[in-house]
């Protein structure tokens, strides 16, 4: 049997667990990794890299950093004075939620963007007397839709660039995306606000950071948490090379354990490591699919699909839905670089601009909606809400047909074939 063909078994019995879940998913996830270890997939060595990461490390630190506004009392304060705002609606949190993280993420790193604002929307939640679970999917979705604004507001969109460069073609600009993305962070907005929200059910679950014991209001604690956590925020979004943003999380969590606004003991129990597994086993995952040539596969199945003279909107069509399926299993990144060579063959091959074909492989190499699996973020959400696999889906699929919506809508007037 062909390595593409025990990679997809493994992935599809992965999916059917995280579907049915007989086992907790994190079984499932670590258990895909090992799988695919040992059919020869990917090597022994790499089953837990992805625990030997910097997004780990930044989760972690974050999640200290986090857990002490609720430890000192703050949050308490925050999150009341933020439903003054919203109100006691559960959707007008949600919209809040959306528009906020979405501002963000179009400037910071969009897991830097819910680390920070995870603490603060559970609080305002919980000040409200309303499930956390359907907010924080909303912070994950603002923060997706704020990476599409700007050209660093994802990391993908600077690979993109990068490929495009290598290729011998002028790489898009800072804003040179942001048509694009206004377009899906206002319909995005209102699709989750006023429908995708509605799709799926509050789990009622708090995360472990919001799980502190109740303690008495401390004025000068309350007041280095908040400064750190501040601290924290402006160092990731500057982003500067000598303090990379794990680095600044680990320092802040240092600064909350050393001023003793938490202990060592409340700081290690604030860490959800159900969170932290299943965003390690992703690369795993993420790294088999890609070493058993399935991606190949669908890059060839494309050229056969499209024939000699194919039109402008079959193009469209069909990259757009290729790359966006391969990336709900498959890193963002490796995806991109993966049809940025073909896109720009087959725009030489037909005589048309190669920029809105690396624009649409750019967009849907980075719509990691549909899958818990997608994207780091997205398995950190799930440790987070406990969100089903078929919950993702049923959100997450509307979601991809609005992105598509937007580029044909977009795609003629600010990038023309």
């Known amino acids: 049997m062909s390595q593409m063909a025990l990679a997809l078994i493994i992935l599809a019995i992965t999916i059917v667990l995280f579907i049915t879940e007989p086992v907790p998913i994190v079984v499932t996830a670590i258990g895909a990794s090992i799988a695919y270890a040992y059919t020869g997939i990917i090597e022994v060595k790499d089953i837990f890299s992805g625990y030997n990461s910097t997004t780990i490390v930044l989760l972690a630190g974050m999640m200290v950093v986090g857990s002490s506004l609720f430890h000192t009392g703050i949050t308490d304060i925050i999150g009341e004075k933020m439903v003054k705002v919203t109100g006691k609606s559960e959707r007008n949190i949600i919209l809040a939620t ?6 963000l993420s179009s400037i910071c790193s969009n897991i830097g963007v819910m680390t920070a604002m995870a603490p603060l929307v559970t609080a305002m939640c919980i000040s409200a007397g309303v499930g956390p679970s359907k907010a924080l999917l909303g912070l994950l ?4 839709f704020g990476g599409f604004i700007t050209l660093v507001g ?14 011998g073609l002028t790489p898009f600009g800072f804003f040179g995306i942001t048509p694009y ?8 907005t209102l699709y989750f606000t006023f429908i995708g929200s509605r799709l799926i059910p509050d789990t009622g679950y708090v995360p472990e950071f919001a799980k502190a014991e109740k303690k008495e209001f401390n004025k000068t604690k309350a007041t280095i948490a908040s400064v750190t956590m501040a601290a924290v925020l402006v160092v990731i979004a500057m982003s500067p090379k000598a303090v990379p943003m794990h680095v600044a999380a680990v320092v ?6 050393g001023a003793k606004c938490m202990t060592v ?38 050229l056969k699909v499209l024939g000699d003279n194919p039109s402008t909107f079959m193009i469209t069509t069909i990259i757009f839905f290729a790359a ?13 670089l993966l049809f940025m060579p073909i896109g720009v063959s087959i725009a030489e091959a037909i005589g048309v601009s190669p920029y809105p074909i690396c624009m649409i492989i ?11 699996f997608a994207a780091p973020q997205n398995m950190m959400t799930v440790g987070w809400t406990q969100y089903k696999f078929l919950d993702f889906l049923k959100i997450g699929i509307p979601m991809l047909l609005v992105t598509y919506i937007v580029i044909i809508a977009v795609t003629p007037f600010y990038l023309p074939y």
């Not at 979705?141 to 997706?144: D, P, S």
């Not at 993305?181 to 995005?188: F, T, V, W």
């Not at 391969?326 to 995806?335: D, G, R, Y």
């Open 98 to 103: 959306l528009i906020v993280s979405c501002a």
């Open 141 to 144: 979705f603002g923060a997706q």
């Open 154 to 167: 994802v990391g993908s969109n600077a690979s993109a660039a990068n490929a495009m460069a290598e290729l």
């Open 181 to 188: 993305g206004l377009g899906i962070s206002i319909l995005g």
């Open 252 to 257: 802040g969590a240092l600064v909350i354990v």
């Open 265 to 302: 003991k409340e700081a290690i129990a604030a860490i959800d490591w159900n969170c932290m597994m299943l965003v390690g086993s992703l690369t795993a995952i993420s790294t088999g699919v890609k070493n058993s040539g399935a991606g190949d596969a669908v890059a060839g199945m494309i």
């Open 324 to 336: 966006a399926f391969l990336t709900q299993v498959m890193s963002n990144i490796p995806t991109i």
């Open 362 to 372: 750019t967009l849907a190499g980075a719509a990691s909606y549909a899958t818990p």
